[in-house]
């Protein structure tokens, strides 16, 4: 995007109301059978798709932040996969202590006129490489790692799905209408409501867990999901573009379609590690 450029430059107006719905759809329904698949076999099947995952968001912060996407662009999505491939080889805190080293070098690489902008993209990088990584660790667990991840995923795809459908049936009060003026309290209402029943019917279906008793830790998960939406659309307020990049069909870019995931991924992970049981059995 060239400077003064508006953001919506060189892109169709987006079609309104439901009209997109059927390329979202059909967009979301492909990658989750890749995701579901690797989920599944785990391993060096879910690793490396996170390693792949966490290397195409850190190009995507390195060109939206810098603008450009050089040696220390290559470093950062170096750094995003090297965290996912070493947290399943070795450990959840190897992986992270690769990642610092990796980073070390952006700081020495960040010219002084673009220095808020590449430090920026370093710390957005840094962040992506944890949450990936965090999957990865979550997915690690022999007793219910594919139950864990796999519900993440269904409680943040029923908070987009619930947000999608409140929002534009009910409409209503903007939610944070400085930085995303199409999120509104209803969508917000209407995930949390969707992601609640998702979460509590999987996990009771799966493990069961009682209703109540992972109701309030789904619907936790949604707001922490919306919480990832509304920064990653700060930041590409801030930057001044529409989408991360053009990469998914009627999604934008992996980081648009990831957010939600990332925080809630982490958030789970964090708290499993620290209380030492699985979030599937919270």
């Known amino acids: 995007m060239e400077p003064g450029e508006p953001a919506d430059a060189g892109r169709g107006p987006r079609k309104g109301g439901f009209a997109d719905l059927r390329q979202r759809t059909l967009t979301a329904l492909a990658m989750s059978v890749v995701a579901i698949a690797a ?3 785990g391993d060096w099947a879910f690793a490396p798709l996170a ?6 968001m850190g190009w995507e912060l390195r060109r939206m932040t810098a603008g450009e996407f050089d040696l220390a662009g290559w470093l950062m999505g ?3 996969a090297g965290a996912c491939l070493l947290t399943q080889a070795l450990s959840y805190r190897y992986g992270l202590g690769w990642l610092a080293l990796c980073l070390i070098p952006l700081a020495v690489m960040t010219r002084s006129e673009a220095r808020l902008a ?3 993209a370093l710390i957005g990088t840094v962040y992506v490489a944890i949450a990936c990584a ?3 660790g979550l997915r690690d667990d022999d007793l219910y790692g594919w139950e864990a991840v796999l519900w993440v995923a269904l409680t943040v795809v029923a908070t987009d799905i619930g947000g999608y459908f409140a929002g534009r049936a009910i409409g209503g009060p903007k939610l944070w209408p400085a930085v995303s003026p199409g999120k509104t309290w209803a969508g917000l209402g209407g995930g949390m409501a969707f992601a609640i029943v998702v979460g509590a ?3 009771s279906a799966t493990s069961g867990t009682l209703f109540h008793e992972v109701a309030l830790v789904s619907a936790v998960m949604a707001v922490v999901a919306q919480g990832g939406d509304l920064a990653e659309s700060a930041l590409k307020r801030r930057c001044g573009v ?3 990049s053009n990469l998914i069909p009627g999604h934008g870019g992996l980081l648009d379609r990831m957010d939600g995931l990332l925080a809630a991924g982490m958030v789970a992970a964090l708290v499993s590690f620290l209380l030492g049981q ?4 919270w």
Do not use: M, N, P, Y
């Open 39 to 41: 989920v599944g076999v």
């Open 134 to 136: 965090a999957l990865v």
């Open 201 to 203: 019917v999987f996990s």
């Open 78 to 80: 170096a750094a995003g």
């Open 242 to 244: 529409k989408d991360s």
């Open 278 to 281: 699985s979030v599937f059995i």
């Open 51 to 56: 390693a792949l995952i966490a290397a195409g």
């Open 118 to 120: 590449r430090f920026t």
